[in-house]
């Protein structure tokens, strides 16, 4: 089994700059992907940003790519979400997700295993 724990969230202002992580631990090396992925109420879980392990590769969805980065910690089993000039809509809960094969970054359904989630709320 792989746990994943989120932390960091919390109530911030249009425009700051912030980062969550996300630290991995049990079978660890199970996981090739982690992802962070968006849960606003009313509307559909998106990928907001994955990395792989084995080689550098990572996915940004449209509307965050300019401005947040995704960046892991191999040693340490952590994964970091970077968010600038952060906006209202960024609004969500974040959950952290691994994928055993780290296949499909861009499908939610792709994903093994899930952390509890973090809530970022951006108020203007």
């Known amino acids: 089994q792989l746990q994943l724990v989120e932390s960091g969230g919390g109530s911030l202002q249009a425009g700051a700059l912030w980062s969550i992580h996300c630290a991995a631990s049990?079978?660890?090396?199970?996981?090739?992907?982690l992802a962070w992925v968006c849960e606003v109420p009313g509307k559909e879980c998106e990928l907001v940003a994955a990395?792989?392990?084995?080689?550098?590769?990572?996915a940004y969805a449209d509307s965050v790519k300019a401005r947040f980065t995704i960046s892991r910690d191999n040693g340490k089993n952590t994964v970091y979400l970077q968010m600038n000039s952060l906006k209202s809509e960024d609004t969500a809960v974040y959950y952290c997700?691994?994928?055993?094969?780290?296949?499909?970054?861009?499908?939610?359904?792709?994903?093994?295993?899930w952390g509890q989630g973090t809530q970022v709320t951006v108020s203007s």
């Open positions: 997700a691994a994928s055993v094969s780290g296949k499909d970054l861009r499908n939610t359904r792709a994903y093994d295993y």
């Open positions: 049990g079978r660890t090396s199970r996981s090739d992907a």
């Open positions: 990395i792989r392990s084995s080689v550098f590769v990572t």
